[in-house]
């Protein structure tokens, strides 16, 4: 078999039009293909990392986007004090859009000295640490964004009212946090003409090793049931799965745009398969006379359906990948956000759907080639 693979591809070649539009069609199917499972891999890789994660989110009860969310900022010491609790974490939240969006840029107000022990994983790739702690108008922009807006250290950057200086830009291991902008805390409570000093969005609960989550979120939500004001504690990635509530079942429907792509691109092989088979009658039926068997025929058609697949495939993955690699895309909502993440797995599952949908697309084509008369196929000279 291997002896005739250039055979093939000549035959592929001989109609050069009709394998450049089927190869380009299954290359933009594959592409949508991949774009839709970079989603659910941002989401997965979300879901995961945060699992694994000892920490706690405390919002206000029966509130949903950030900007309706006001806890005392003074709950922090308080709830330092509970046992298996290792820090708190005040944040003040700004986004310019809670609604789902593709363009949601995120403003984190921490206190400079704590978001290291936050997030431990952040590496300055630009500018500095000193710098950010040093001017509180600074901020640290992750690299998804820096790469989306165009953004440099030294920069200003600005969302309405809302202007900060670019003091340094992270990379972090998990994707979607370099999709945030961490600023000071005071600085983001006294923006946008309002004071906030002393209120806080939410607050980040970093836990002991062996601690109890439940308990805890239990014990915090307990306390303030009858306080100044009420809390709802959970752990972090329930809280972004429950804020991406709405934005997931959107994303688990646009499974079925990549299922349609994988139909499209077996109809696509398939039609041109068929095709193809039906123009040289003549010559499998002369393959038949030197020798050939039907199972040898049935294979070559077969894999000429694959070689098709396989170049639409490979051509529209590997521009997928390039494209999701250099476009730092990311959806949020209700200022969380899902990078669109390019990975191995993805590009191995592309290739592998590609293949099957040429093994699919050429089945029946290749059974109707084998099982043709040799008699009747050599009449038709």
């Known amino acids: 078999m291997v002896k005739l693979i250039p055979y093939i591809f000549k035959t592929l070649w001989r109609?050069?039009?009709?394998?450049?539009?089927?190869?380009?069609?299954?290359?933009?199917?594959l592409f949508v293909f991949c774009f839709v499972g970079s989603v659910q891999e941002g989401m997965n890789d979300l879901q995961n990392r945060q699992a694994?994660?000892?920490?706690l989110i405390t919002f206000q009860a029966n509130k949903f986007c950030p900007a309706t969310s006001h806890l005392p900022q003074d709950y922090e010491s308080e709830i330092k004090k509970i046992s298996g609790v290792r820090e708190v974490i005040p944040v003040q939240v700004f986004t310019n859009n809670c609604r789902a969006s593709l363009d949601v840029v995120v403003f984190y107000g921490v206190p400079p000295e704590k978001l290291r022990v936050a997030r431990p994983s952040f590496k300055?790739?630009?500018?500095?640490?000193?710098?950010?702690?040093?001017?509180?108008?600074?901020?640290?922009?992750?690299?998804?964004?820096?790469n989306r807006r165009g953004v440099s250290v030294g920069d200003k950057f600005s969302i309405g009212s809302l202007s900060v200086v670019v003091a340094g830009i992270f990379n972090a291991e998990d994707p979607a946090e370099e999709n945030y902008i961490y600023s000071h805390l005071d600085f983001?409570?006294?923006?946008?003409?309002?004071?906030?000093?002393?209120?806080?969005?939410?607050l980040e609960v970093l836990l002991e090793e062996n601690a109890d989550a439940d308990g805890i979120c239990r014990a915090i939500d307990d306390r303030y049931?009858?306080?100044?004001?009420?809390?709802?504690?959970?752990?972090?990635?329930?809280?972004?799965?429950?804020?991406?509530?709405?934005?997931?079942?959107?994303?688990?429907?646009?499974h079925y745009l990549g299922l349609a792509c994988v139909g499209l691109v077996v109809a696509l092989v398939a039609t041109t398969t068929v095709m193809s088979v039906q123009d040289r009658i003549k010559e499998h039926s002369v393959l038949q006379t030197l020798g050939y068997s039907g199972l040898r025929v049935f294979q070559l058609v077969l894999a000429e359906s694959v070689a098709l697949s396989m170049m639409g495939g490979a051509l529209g993955v590997m521009v997928a990948m390039l494209v999701l690699k250099l476009s730092s895309l990311s959806v949020g909502a209700e200022a969380v956000t899902i990078a669109f993440t390019p990975s191995i797995n993805l590009a191995l599952t592309g290739l592998i759907v590609a293949l099957l949908t040429g093994i699919l697309a050429g089945i029946f084509p290749a059974f109707q080639a084998a099982r043709a008369e040799i008699v009747e196929g050599l009449r038709q000279v």
Do not use: C, Y
């Open 52 to 55: 694994g994660k000892r920490s």
């Open 225 to 254: 049931l009858t306080g100044p004001v009420e809390t709802d504690t959970r752990p972090k990635g329930v809280f972004q799965a429950k804020s991406l509530g709405d934005l997931t079942e959107l994303i688990g429907m646009a």
């Open 124 to 146: 300055i790739r630009e500018g500095s640490w000193d710098e950010f702690q040093m001017n509180q108008d600074s901020a640290v922009v992750g690299a998804a964004v820096a």
């Open 188 to 202: 983001l409570q006294r923006s946008k003409g309002m004071n906030l000093v002393g209120t806080v969005t939410q």
């Open 15 to 29: 109609h050069r039009s009709r394998t450049i539009l089927t190869v380009s069609g299954s290359a933009v199917a």
